[in-house]
């Protein structure tokens, strides 16, 4: 397999982008039944989507003797999965083992429900507080994740190994530090690239290769429109726009979406998420499909508040809505992010997901989320410990960084090109005592640098804080992850907004991956997996390939339980 990475040009994705919901009605069309029906083709099951989800519904389906077409909106495969770490969170694998550790079932479940509905947690509760709805599927995710991943991996679909960090140790989960993750490692794994680490283009091209090999057919700038169902209420087909028209395909056995969440649909992410998020770094075509579509069959939806959160740097977000990356991690040992009252909000080192959240605090005395925009601020040694946003020393300066002599400087370049902004992001001023109280937080972050210990937000100490931050050299400090911001500068600052790796709600689904009504029953021949359903991680990101992990275990699923049906 090439180790060369797949490369979509901007025009690709603008062009994408032009597929947009606004072009195309959405919805579901009733016929009478499908033998009546005309049908341009059919097949035995039809997958709309090409990311990691889809093609493991449709790799599913194929090793259970179904024909299969993939249909995917874009102009070209992959969808977010194409342009991602490639990384798959997979509980109780086999490789874990040879790294000295061993899952255990309950410990993934207590994990597992603290954190992706902490607010229904009960540690004394048979099933630790979660519905019924939720155990089974987190039951039904450990029951089959490492089966659907041992099956790709020994029939050459996706050859994965255990993911290990800069140090050469597994990763650690995301929430590591607390109790109910018993220091478990090696839950995430990698794309084996002859021996790499793939990474997304990787795992798209071996799981694509695989599909075609196994007589699957898989077309672009196909984008699904409406889902046909007969009178029984079982789903039967799809209508598909394509570059010659409207076509109609019949699905014999089911219909499997993994068209991803609704990122770039800003009705649905003004409506629905609880974050205020700007865009992220789901393809552009990920705009919502499946939720319209849903709205005509009485699907029920779930988790739409919810999303994979990951920062963004602002200006990029503000040029288009589907960047290039987000901020895994903020660099650097001598930095640190405040809001606009020059406060800090969060541990530097901590995982993007958690790090997001904090741009929904509201203050409801002054009526504003006082860190809807953060300030990412490092000094010239920092350069020597890069990372995201922090170019190396002498590297040129990307635009999006303000520079500053001196902090007083820095805070009015910072002033100045958020007032540059306002024709997009409207008035936004820093507090009056901005500077004074940033004068005062880095004397106290620095504090803490010294003793190695930060009192107010924990830098450094969890396991994952570790796992996304290298150490290039010893700078003599009692924590590599925090140094002293110098008295002198010059300075640096980045902008940063809240965004997302994509959403995750949409229709709700059983063990089997079926969708369900309303009324909790499961539609006939329809199936759903990845970003474009609610997800069983709820609130959580798992650990490192957490999207990944759930959309290609219920996608394999899916497609098996698709292609066994009469």
Same mark, same amino acid.
Not at 165 to 190: F, L, V
């Given at each position: 397999m090439s180790t060369e990475k797949s490369r979509v040009s901007r025009r690709g994705f603008m062009k994408a982008a032009g597929l947009g919901a606004a072009s195309t009605a959405l919805g579901a069309v009733t016929v009478t039944s499908a033998q009546a029906q005309e049908w341009d083709e059919e097949f035995d099951v039809v997958v709309a989507g090409s990311g990691g989800a889809a093609l493991a519904g449709a790799i599913g389906a194929l090793d259970n003797g179904a024909s299969v077409v993939v249909l995917e909106k874009a102009a070209f495969i992959g969808g977010t999965t194409g342009k991602s770490g490639g990384g798959s969170w997979v509980p109780n694998n086999r490789w874990m083992e040879a790294h000295g550790y061993k899952d255990n079932k309950e410990d993934f479940l207590r994990y597992v429900s603290r954190v992706s509905f902490p607010e229904l947690y009960r540690d004394n509760h048979p099933q630790f507080g979660m519905t019924d709805h939720h155990w089974a599927q987190l039951n039904a995710f450990w029951d089959n994740a490492a089966r659907v991943f041992h099956t790709l991996n /020994?029939? %050459?679909?996706? #050859?994965?190994?255990?993911?290990?960090?800069? /140090?050469?140790? #597994?990763? #650690? /989960?995301?929430? %590591?530090?607390?109790?109910?993750?018993? /220091?478990?490692? %090696?839950?995430?794994?990698?794309v084996n690239n002859d021996g790499q680490t793939g990474f997304g283009a990787h795992m798209i091209e071996f799981m694509s290769a695989y599909v075609e090999e196994k007589g699957g057919d898989i077309r672009t700038e196909n984008r699904v429109s409406r889902i046909i169902k007969d009178d029984t209420g079982r789903v039967v087909g799809v209508e598909v726009d394509t570059p010659e028209g409207t076509t109609r395909i019949r699905a014999k056995k089911g219909v499997i979406f993994g068209t991803g969440g609704f990122t770039h649909n800003h009705h649905m992410r003004t409506q629905f998420l609880r974050t205020p998020v700007m865009g992220g770094c789901a393809v552009p075509t990920n705009e919502g499909d499946l939720i319209n579509m849903s709205a005509e069959l009485g699907v029920k939806l779930g988790n739409l508040n919810e999303a994979w959160n990951q920062q963004v740097v602002l200006e990029e977000v503000l040029q288009f809505s589907s960047v290039p990356s987000g901020v895994f991690f903020q660099g650097g040992d001598s930095s640190i992010s405040v809001n606009k009252y020059g406060k800090r909000m969060y541990d530097e080192k901590y995982v993007y997901p958690e790090r997001t959240r904090s741009h929904q605090v509201y203050d409801q005395w002054r009526g504003d989320y006082p860190n809807l925009y953060q300030i990412f601020i490092f000094d010239e040694e920092a350069r020597k410990m890069p990372g995201n946003m922090i170019p190396k020393v002498g590297a040129d300066l990307p635009a999006y960084v303000i520079t500053g002599n001196n902090l007083e400087e820095l805070t009015a370049n910072i002033q100045a090109r958020f007032d540059s902004l306002a024709e997009q992001l409207g008035t936004y001023k820093l507090a009056d005592d901005f500077l004074e109280s940033l004068k005062a937080t880095i004397e106290r972050y620095n504090g803490f640098a010294i003793a190695g210990k930060d009192e107010d937000f924990h830098r450094g100490e969890a396991p994952i804080d570790a796992y996304f931050h290298a150490v290039p050299y010893d700078r003599g400090l009692p924590s590599p992850y925090m140094a002293p911001i110098a008295d002198e500068g010059p300075y640096y600052a980045v902008l940063l907004g809240a965004g997302t790796l994509d959403t995750k709600g949409g229709p709700v689904f059983d063990v089997n991956a079926q969708v369900l009504n309303v009324r909790d029953e499961p539609i006939p021949g329809l199936y759903v997996a990845g970003n474009a359903s609610a997800s069983p991680s709820g609130k959580s990101y798992l650990g490192g390939g957490g999207t990944l992990g759930l959309g290609i275990t219920f996608g394999y699923i899916a497609g098996e339980h698709a292609a066994k049906q009469a």
């Open positions: /020994d029939e %050459g679909a996706l #050859p994965v190994f255990t993911f290990l960090s800069w /140090d050469g140790k #597994p990763a #650690p /989960d995301y929430h %590591g530090q607390i109790a109910e993750n018993n /220091d478990i490692r %090696g839950r995430q794994i990698a």
